[in-house]
């Protein structure tokens, strides 16, 4: 495993635990940390790219002469190349030709896996063959893969869904934990995806499925999860830049709602719960008469 950070690296090696990002857990002996990613790639057979959408590009450019004939890409990372509307593994196939590319989608929260707490996954791939064999070396008692085709629809799943967990995150700090306006928000929130994703090429029923509504209930409910965190965060009435001065990060949610809400419009989708945290993030009180709002708009929302 490879890590940015010189300080994780060494933690990993000498303590086997990885205090920043994963702390009280013991990491197998036969995990070996190190400084070089090109030493990382060499000779493996899969390539795990789960770095922030921010640094893909160049973290992969670094190390593509090292890649062994035949290695296929694995993306973890949920997002768009910065700047684009380009999702992570489409630019993994630009950078990498000649390479199969697969991405992991569905609810896959780190903590638990890592406690040893199952999860069910969706690989992606437009190589059946190459999903197929990453799904048979992941197989065993903590994952459950199941594969599909349609990668347009798993990787919009996972880059909608954090938005729309920003924005549960929100509503349960407005509305004191109502279980029934967190069932129609989250109705509407899969629906919402669902015609954005149907809009540019993927099937609503990807959207529907473990990929994009699993993902989101995952995601927007759970406690590890930063985009929920950070909705808790702007609820409360902190600004995006007083939560990265005082976090030290921001979830992916946050830079991709600008483009989502871009791709709506482009799509003819009406998108109104995700323009609520488009206008959240740009410094819009939030409050819950505006989810109301946003909740009646949706309805108007035709089916995908």
Sequence with gaps: MWDFFPAVVEDIQTRRENRRFLPGITLPASIHATNSSVECVSGAALIAVCVPSLFVKKTLTAVLPALQRGAILLNIAKGFEPGSRMPLPFLLEQLAPGHSCVHLAGPAIANEIARGQAASIV??????????????????????????????????????????????????????????????????????????????????????????????????????????????????????????????????????????????????????????????????????????????????????
């Design 123 to 304: 690989l992606a791939s437009s190589s059946e063959p190459s999903a197929r064999q990453v799904a048979d070396w992941f197989a065993g008692p903590a994952f459950l893969p199941s594969c599909t085709t349609d990668v347009t629809g798993a990787v919009l799943g996972g880059i909608l869904k954090n938005i729309y967990a920003i924005l549960l995150g929100s509503l349960a700090r407005l509305s004191e934990d109502s279980r029934n306006l967190e069932a129609a928000v989250v109705t509407a929130s899969v629906r919402e995806m669902a015609a954005i994703a149907a809009a540019h090429g993927g099937q609503s029923a990807t959207l529907y499925g473990l990929a994009g509504m699993g993902d989101l209930i995952a995601t927007g409910f759970s406690q590890d999860s930063h985009n929920r965190r950070f909705g808790q965060l702007l609820a409360s009435g902190k600004t995006v830049a007083q939560i990265e001065a005082e976090e030290n990060w921001l979830p992916e949610g946050s830079r991709a709602c600008a483009t989502v809400c871009a791709m709506a419009r482009a799509g003819g989708v009406a998108a109104p719960l995700a323009g609520w945290v488009r206008r959240t993030l740009g410094g819009a009180p939030p409050s819950l008469d505006g989810i109301l709002r946003a909740l009646r708009a949706a309805a108007q929302t035709p089916l995908a």
